[in-house]
């Protein structure tokens, strides 16, 4: 390996030691970790410190990392936790997104305001549901009403951009990327009957064996199925994004109660241990800071899209979701659904290198998504502990007034 590129590993990985470090030091403020990634990235790429440029190799692991980011977020979606009303409304919202999200790239684009229509248009549509776990547990929210929306709601802001990005971006031949869409839906209808039979088959058995032994063969599987779908995609012209979400949705059908538990600390660990890290560490190398800098017309374009991502994900959530929630949980629930940026990182990669995107317009695109994870999560979940408190107050009078004797009851919360 050559100098230069060991010399930027050195430097990459040090920043990923620094990033949850800093925000450790910085917990209160509860800012995102990736946020630091992203920003010491911008420090030691060629704009500032000159640290780490474009070398081969790194930019092989960032692929691999980028590979790693949708594989897990493929691997997260919980489809008994969310089937039923949540997930049919998610789906309505998401349907609703596109459409306003593609008519405000088109608006965007007509106006001179960006080049890229249909990337713009796509990124908007996101919703960082791998940002938004942690956040969630730390506030002990997964498990309210509230989780499970936003997980619904993030699912389908995970796994709509994606398949959209496949068909209308990436690649040459949409018609043959819909039928690989239908390929892997095929695999994934059957990986799904397979998991669930009373009597797994004997490969299945062999890889839940060596789940805990040092062969670790399950992992060893993943990282060869990721680097085979990385070089297929590279050899073919074809759409990694896809594939390594459809593969982490059907990791997902075969590890079932304790096999869970433990494939998810395995795979957390080597994916946000090393890979995932860099992917961000190097898009924040690339990242045009000097132009939001420099060039004040760029810096507002930071707030219009702030204001896009709650017109096209806050909006329809609002709209659709007005009687599941009280009212602050549901201004809540529409803030978190307008929160993104991994997905921003990895369209936007996409638009410079395609050309479709200038990396002015990345930037301030880029620099939106950070303001929503600084922003909109403290800001909604301030105001669902409003509701909680306000719930608990309620039943704290009822449960006083009726040992109180002659009191009438007091009405509990979703009481007729």
Same mark, same amino acid.
């Given at each position: 390996?050559?100098?230069?590129?060991?010399?930027?590993?050195?430097?990459?990985?040090?920043?990923?030691?620094?990033?949850?470090?800093?925000?450790?030091?910085?917990?209160?403020?509860?800012?995102?970790?990736?946020?630091?990634?992203?920003?010491?990235?911008?420090?030691?790429?060629?704009?500032?410190?000159? *640290?780490?440029?474009?070398?081969?190799?790194?930019?092989?692991?960032? &692929?691999?990392?980028?590979?790693?980011?949708?594989?897990?977020?493929?691997?997260?979606?919980?489809?008994?936790?969310?089937?039923?009303?949540?997930?049919?409304?998610?789906?309505?919202?998401?349907?609703?997104?596109?459409?306003?999200?593609?008519?405000?790239?088109?608006?965007?684009? *007509? +106006?001179?305001?960006?080049?890229?229509?249909?990337?713009?248009?796509?990124?908007?549509?996101?919703?960082?549901?791998?940002?938004?776990?942690?956040?969630?547990?730390? /506030?002990?929210?997964?498990?309210?009403?509230?989780?499970?929306?936003?997980?619904?709601?993030?699912?389908?802001?995970?796994?709509?951009?994606?398949?959209?990005?496949?068909?209308?971006?990436?690649?040459? /031949?949409?018609?043959?990327?819909?039928?690989?869409?239908?390929?892997?839906?095929?695999?994934?209808?059957?990986?799904?009957?397979?998991?669930?039979?009373?009597?797994?088959?004997?490969?299945?058995?062999?890889?839940?064996?060596?789940?805990?032994?040092?062969?670790?063969?399950?992992?060893?599987?993943?990282?060869?199925?990721?680097?085979?779908?990385? @070089?297929?995609? +590279?050899?073919?012209?074809?759409?990694?994004?896809?594939?390594?979400?459809?593969?982490?949705?059907?990791?997902?059908?075969?590890?079932?109660?304790?096999?869970?538990?433990?494939?998810?600390?395995?795979?957390?660990?080597?994916?946000?241990?090393?890979?995932?890290?860099?992917?961000?560490?190097?898009?924040?190398?690339?990242?045009?800071?000097?132009?939001?800098? &420099?060039?004040?017309?760029?810096?507002?374009?930071?707030?219009?899209?702030?204001?896009?991502?709650?017109?096209?994900?806050?909006?329809?959530?609002?709209?659709?979701?007005? /009687?599941?929630?009280?009212?602050?949980?549901? @201004?809540?629930?529409?803030?978190?659904?307008?929160?993104?940026?991994?997905?921003?990182?990895?369209?936007?990669?996409?638009?410079?290198?395609?050309?479709?995107?200038?990396?002015?317009?990345?930037?301030?695109?880029?620099?939106?998504?950070?303001?929503?994870?600084?922003?909109?999560?403290?800001?909604?979940?301030?105001? *669902?502990?409003?509701?909680?408190?306000?719930?608990?107050? &309620?039943?704290?009078?009822?449960?006083?007034?009726?040992?109180?004797?002659?009191?009438?009851?007091?009405?509990?919360?979703?009481?007729?």
């Amino acid at each position: 390996m050559e100098s230069a590129a060991l010399s930027a590993l050195a430097a990459i990985a040090a920043c990923a030691v620094l990033a949850p470090l800093l925000a450790e030091a910085t917990r209160r403020a509860r800012i995102p970790r990736v946020i630091y990634e992203i920003l010491l990235g911008v420090i030691v790429g060629p704009q500032l410190l000159g *640290w780490v440029h474009s070398e081969p190799v790194v930019d092989g692991f960032a &692929e691999l990392g980028l590979a790693f980011l949708i594989f897990l977020a493929g691997f997260e979606i919980d489809v008994q936790r969310v089937r039923g009303a949540p997930i049919k409304k998610a789906t309505i919202g998401f349907g609703v997104s596109l459409v306003l999200g593609l008519g405000s790239g088109a608006v965007l684009a *007509w +106006s001179g305001f960006t080049m890229g229509q249909l990337i713009v248009g796509l990124a908007i549509t996101t919703t960082a549901l791998g940002t938004l776990l942690p956040i969630l547990q730390d /506030n002990d929210a997964v498990s309210s009403e509230l989780g499970t929306y936003t997980l619904a709601i993030g699912t389908l802001g995970e796994f709509g951009p994606i398949v959209a990005v496949a068909l209308l971006l990436t690649g040459d /031949n949409p018609g043959h990327t819909a039928a690989l869409l239908a390929l892997f839906a095929a695999l994934s209808v059957g990986a799904a009957s397979l998991a669930f039979r009373s009597h797994p088959p004997r490969a299945l058995a062999l890889m839940r064996k060596h789940l805990h032994s040092t062969a670790q063969l399950p992992i060893r599987v993943v990282v060869l199925l990721l680097v085979s779908l990385l @070089w297929v995609a +590279s050899s073919l012209g074809l759409d990694v994004l896809l594939g390594a979400f459809v593969a982490g949705v059907i990791l997902r059908l075969f590890t079932v109660g304790e096999d869970t538990h433990a494939m998810d600390s395995k795979l957390e660990g080597i994916a946000y241990g090393f890979f995932i890290p860099l992917f961000f560490i190097v898009s924040g190398t690339r990242f045009d800071v000097r132009s939001l800098v &420099e060039d004040p017309s760029i810096a507002l374009r930071v707030p219009i899209y702030l204001g896009l991502f709650l017109f096209v994900r806050g909006l329809p959530t609002l709209l659709l979701h007005g /009687n599941d929630l009280p009212r602050r949980s549901v @201004w809540a629930l529409s803030l978190l659904a307008s929160t993104q940026l991994p997905l921003v990182v990895v369209i936007t990669e996409i638009g410079l290198r395609s050309g479709r995107m200038r990396p002015s317009d990345a930037s301030a695109l880029v620099g939106a998504a950070l303001l929503s994870v600084l922003i909109f999560p403290q800001f909604g979940l301030a105001l *669902w502990r409003k509701d909680r408190a306000s719930s608990a107050a &309620e039943v704290g009078a009822g449960t006083s007034s009726d040992g109180a004797g002659g009191a009438a009851p007091s009405l509990g919360v979703g009481e007729p």
